[in-house]
């Protein structure tokens, strides 16, 4: 893990919160030069601990209307490598997010799609269709109420 000092943690907190700060606008928020906040965060880039800048868009807007969490098991007697089973699942435009996971199932995935027709679509064509897939069950969000939150950043 990167050493992190005091200076560094206040540059992510505030490159979290707002990725489009200026720099001088940075500088300012964390009492560092303009020049200082750059080098450092070149190093936090080099190091890896910023792994990109991105951009987060509205669901809603894109007509992404469903977000659900389904739980896969795959049966390791047939498996070599349970991850080779979702695999093919992780290139899949609606799949936002895929964790290997404890209890009752191996993986949770995150997919966003239009309707709840598609989410059938979904499941029928890119989810059962797997092989080693032994159970699966899936659970439609309500509502959402924080996504992309800032990580916890301690020096």
Do not use: W, Y
């Amino acid at each position: 893990m990167e050493n992190l000092d005091r200076f560094d943690c206040r540059i992510l907190h505030a490159l979290q919160r707002d990725a489009r700060l200026t720099l001088a606008a940075l500088a300012e928020a964390v009492n560092l030069s303009p020049s200082q906040c750059s080098r450092r965060i070149a190093r936090l880039e080099e190091s890896g601990v910023i792994q990109g800048h991105g951009l987060r868009l509205d669901p809603e807007a894109l007509g992404l209307k469903v977000t659900a969490f389904i739980f896969l098991s795959v049966d390791k007697g047939r498996m070599a490598c349970p991850r080779e089973a979702v695999a093919e699942l992780l290139t899949r435009d609606e799949v936002i997010d895929c964790h290997a996971i404890t209890g009752n199932h191996d993986f949770i995935l995150k997919v966003m799609v239009e309707d709840l027709a598609d989410l059938s679509n979904f499941l029928s064509t890119a989810v059962t269709s797997l092989p080693g897939i032994r159970d699966i069950a899936t659970q439609v969000a309500m509502n959402t109420l924080k996504v992309g939150g800032p990580l916890k950043v301690m020096a």
